[in-house]
């Protein structure tokens, strides 16, 4: 199984896990920042070029960011046909509507905290 996925500027899926399966990625183009937890909870991450490689771990809760000032294009795969995965974001939070439209109304709140003449306020931000 392989997945292509291109990462706008500072863009950064969410962090997941795969409990049957290690991910091999590759970074066709620009740079990106990887990175997994170990089981105790130490953080392992580097900054991969164009041409890097990067393994992780079956089981363990990693990421991807875009590093870089352009998109970048990683490829993954899988090592097996039926990986599985686990969102970190379902597996942290509650599905009760009211938590979630009440963590909605803070981060809508962050809006009207903006500090006047700040350039990146309409950058257009992806998570």
């Given at each position: 199984?392989?997945?292509?996925?291109?990462?706008?500027?500072?863009a950064s899926p969410?962090?997941?896990?795969?409990?049957?399966?290690?991910?091999?990625?590759?970074?066709?183009?620009?740079?990106?920042?990887?990175?997994?937890?170990?089981?105790?909870?130490?953080?392992?991450?580097?900054?991969?070029?164009?041409?890097?490689?990067?393994?992780?771990?079956r089981g363990l809760?990693?990421?991807?960011?875009?590093?870089?000032?352009?998109?970048?294009?990683?490829?993954?795969?899988?090592?097996s046909q039926n990986?599985?995965?686990?969102?970190?974001?379902?597996?942290?939070?509650?599905?009760?509507?009211?938590?979630?439209?009440?963590?909605?109304?803070?981060?809508?709140?962050?809006?009207?905290?903006?500090?006047?003449?700040?350039?990146?306020?309409?950058?257009?931000?992806?998570?």
């Open positions: 199984m392989d997945r292509h996925q291109p990462l706008l500027v500072s969410l962090s997941r896990s795969h409990p049957r399966a290690s991910e091999m990625m590759f970074v066709h183009d620009g740079s990106v920042l990887a990175g997994f937890l170990d089981s105790t909870g130490k953080l392992f991450q580097k900054r991969l070029c164009e041409g890097d490689v990067f393994i992780f771990p809760v990693h990421f991807i960011m875009n590093y870089g000032l352009r998109l970048a294009t990683t490829f993954s795969m899988l090592n990986p599985g995965v686990v969102g970190i974001t379902h597996a942290m939070f509650s599905s009760d509507l009211d938590v979630v439209e009440g963590l909605m109304g803070r981060m809508m709140k962050f809006r009207e905290m903006e500090i006047p003449g700040n350039n990146t306020a309409d950058f257009p931000w992806t998570y």
